[in-house]
């Protein structure tokens, strides 16, 4: 018969490699935990170096999101690009090529708004100089307006039309706090510019070295969030595709569209306002404003039924580009609804300023899939 004793001594025989007095267990746990610390600590220590590189660059973290935007939105041409081109090319030169292509994108018409508004400023001073000797005659369009003309015109003869009150009138806005004002909004823009080569510069090194630089995304995607990680990332960058073209594209059209109609209805500044009807149309509805300025403007020269044409063609490109073009553009390529869109691009707008225009809607878009994968029904 079997003995129960050495049966019930037999189900408790240490693991081998662990016999003795648990001596050898004890330290094997010991060894365990000490790796398991380790692994904490290298983990704390490792987002203690991010935080602080994060700290570090904070002044130029929109700069870095700039430039994988606009890498992004180029990747897929320069990739076409690349194929058609010799091999040795693609090292620098091609990524040099694309890099100046974005870059005159923004520079050419910011350096023509630049000297127009130079030219316009020039012409300002040399009116507020002949105002200072022999003041400022009413208008004509004054007489022009549909209402408030007399006022108006009680109001101009008061205080701009003698030299004495539109001096007074000039010193009391304030001209020392008008300059420091200036200066301030000078350094604003050498800032800007600052900010604006290094966004140019990251997409350079971005657009070099893009091959290397997906396949380490996709290894740290995977090791931390799996193949959901990766569905992820293409439906932020198919969402940041899709606002490119509904935005900056659809924003351009409309600017194309609106300057010529401002030129042959003979608006003042045509390019000007063309430009800043451009990046107005960038938001939703925001166009509407540099269009209302431009019929304002012919309202005042006389041309009241010019002003009511600009003003309704300025409503049907708006219609047809915020209701259909571009809800088709950005939420085709990620299926989503046109409130998620719209909530997207206007809360982004709010919340982090021009960045936020494409921010907002591919964090939208990543959580309209969620919501679809967490309601999906399963069997």
């Known amino acids: 018969?079997?003995?129960?004793?050495?049966?019930?001594?037999?189900?408790?025989?240490?693991?081998?490699?662990?016999?003795?007095?648990?001596?050898?267990?004890?330290?094997?746990?010991?060894?365990?935990?000490?790796?398991?610390?380790?692994?904490?600590?290298?983990?704390?220590?490792?987002?203690?170096?991010?935080?602080?590189?994060?700290?570090?660059?904070?002044?130029?973290?929109?700069?870095?999101?700039?430039?994988?935007?606009?890498a992004?939105?180029?990747?897929?041409?320069?990739?076409?690009?690349?194929?058609?081109?010799?091999?040795?090319?693609?090292?620098?030169?091609?990524?040099?090529a694309f890099t100046l292509g974005i870059a005159l994108i923004f520079l050419v018409?910011?350096?023509?708004?630049?000297?127009?508004?130079?030219?316009?400023?020039?012409?300002?001073?040399?009116?507020?100089?002949?105002?200072?000797?022999?003041?400022?005659?009413?208008?004509?369009?004054?007489?022009?307006?549909?209402?408030?003309?007399?006022g108006l015109r009680a109001w101009w003869e008061s205080h701009l039309q003698d030299p004495d009150d539109f001096s007074a009138l000039l010193g009391s806005l304030r001209i020392g706090q008008s300059v420091k004002m200036t200066q301030q909004v000078g350094t604003q823009l050498a800032h800007r510019g600052i900010l604006f080569i290094f966004s140019i510069l990251t997409l350079f090194f971005l657009l070099k070295d893009g091959d290397a630089v997906i396949r380490q995304c996709l290894v740290v995607s995977r090791r931390a969030f799996g193949k959901r990680g990766e569905r992820i990332a293409l439906q932020i960058i198919a969402s940041i595709h899709g606002t490119v073209a509904g935005l900056v594209l659809v924003?351009?059209?409309?600017?194309?569209?609106?300057?010529?109609?401002?030129?042959?209805?003979?608006?003042?500044?045509?390019?000007?306002?063309?430009?800043?009807?451009?990046?107005?149309?960038?938001?939703?509805?925001?166009?509407m404003i540099a269009i209302g300025i431009v019929s304002t403007l012919l309202l005042i020269k006389g041309s009241a039924v010019i002003a009511i044409v600009i003003m309704l063609v300025g409503l049907a490109v708006i219609f047809l580009a915020d209701h259909l073009v571009r809800p088709a553009l950005i939420g085709g390529s990620t299926q989503l609804p046109f409130l998620w869109v719209l909530t997207g691009i206007l809360g982004g707008a709010e919340s982090w300023n021009l960045l936020g225009l494409f921010v907002g809607p591919a964090i939208m878009a990543v959580l309209h899939m969620l919501w679809r994968n967490w309601t999906r029904v399963r069997d």
Not at 49 to 64: D, K, Q
Not at 82 to 89: L, P, Q, S, V, Y
Not at 138 to 148: E, K
Request: aromatic share 10%.
């Open 1 to 70: 018969m079997p003995d129960h004793k050495n049966a019930g001594a037999e189900s408790h025989v240490p693991e081998p490699g662990f016999e003795g007095n648990g001596q050898s267990l004890r330290a094997f746990r010991s060894f365990r935990e000490t790796q398991r610390a380790q692994r904490v600590a290298r983990g704390l220590l490792a987002l203690f170096f991010v935080v602080m590189a994060l700290y570090t660059v904070r002044g130029f973290l929109p700069s870095l999101i700039w430039g994988g935007i606009f």
């Open 72 to 96: 992004i939105a180029s990747w897929p041409l320069y990739v076409r690009a690349r194929t058609r081109w010799h091999a040795a090319t693609h090292q620098l030169l091609l990524p040099a």
């Open 109 to 150: 018409p910011v350096t023509l708004f630049g000297l127009e508004a130079a030219r316009d400023a020039e012409g300002v001073l040399h009116l507020l100089n002949n105002a200072r000797q022999s003041g400022m005659p009413v208008p004509q369009w004054i007489d022009h307006l549909p209402i408030g003309a007399q």
């Open 251 to 287: 924003g351009m059209g409309e600017g194309v569209v609106m300057g010529l109609a401002y030129l042959i209805a003979g608006a003042p500044h045509a390019f000007l306002f063309g430009v800043v009807t451009a990046v107005a149309a960038m938001i939703p509805f925001c166009a």
